[in-house]
C-alpha cells in the first residue's frame, strides 16, 4: 500500500557530506511523523532525525549541528542533509513513515520502513 524508495547514500571522507533523500507513495492520507533511522554494524537501529508535518524535528544528541532533517509534504518526500561526517556515522540509514492510509471508505495507520541506504565515512 506504501512505498518509501530511499537514495543518496554512498562513501565520503570524513568532514564531507551527503544528502538522503526518501519519497513515499501509495494510498497516503497522511504522513506524521516521517524520520531517519540507522543501524551500524553489531549495533542496535537507532533514531537519527523526526520531523512532523508541521515542520517540528527532534534529533539524536549525536547528529545535532550537524545534521538536518526537512520534508516537502506536497512530495510526501523526506531530505537528510549530513554536513560534518564522522566514521562513526557509518551504518546503514532507513527511512520510516508513520503513515494514514485510505483503505476503501476507511483510514487506517501504518508503519513504513524503506529498504535502507548505506553510508560509509572513511577516515
Known amino acids: 500500500q506504501v512505498q518509501l524508495v530511499e537514495s543518496g547514500g554512498g562513501l565520503v571522507q570524513a568532514g564531507g557530506s551527503l544528502r538522503l533523500s526518501c519519497a513515499a507513495s501509495?494510498?497516503?492520507?497522511?504522513?506524521?511523523?516521517m524520520g531517519w533511522y540507522r543501524q551500524a554494524p553489531g549495533k542496535q537501529r537507532e533514531l537519527v532525525a523526526t520531523?512532523?508535518?508541521?515542520?517540528?524535528?527532534d534529533y539524536a544528541d549525536s547528529v545535532k549541528g550537524r545534521f538536518t532533517i526537512s520534508r516537502d509534504n506536497a512530495k510526501n518526500t523526506v531530505y537528510l542533509q549530513m554536513n560534518s561526517l564522522k566514521p562513526d556515522d557509518t551504518a546503514v540509514y532507513y527511512c520510516?513513515?508513520?503513515?494514514?492510509?485510505?483503505?476503501?471508505?476507511?483510514?487506517?495507520?501504518?508503519?513504513?520502513w524503506g529498504q535502507g541506504t548505506l553510508v560509509t565515512v572513511s577516515s
Open positions: 501509495g494510498s497516503i492520507f497522511s504522513i506524521n511523523p
Open positions: 520510516n513513515a508513520q503513515c494514514t492510509v485510505v483503505v476503501g471508505v476507511s483510514y487506517r495507520s501504518l508503519e513504513v
Open positions: 520531523i512532523t508535518s508541521g515542520g517540528s524535528t
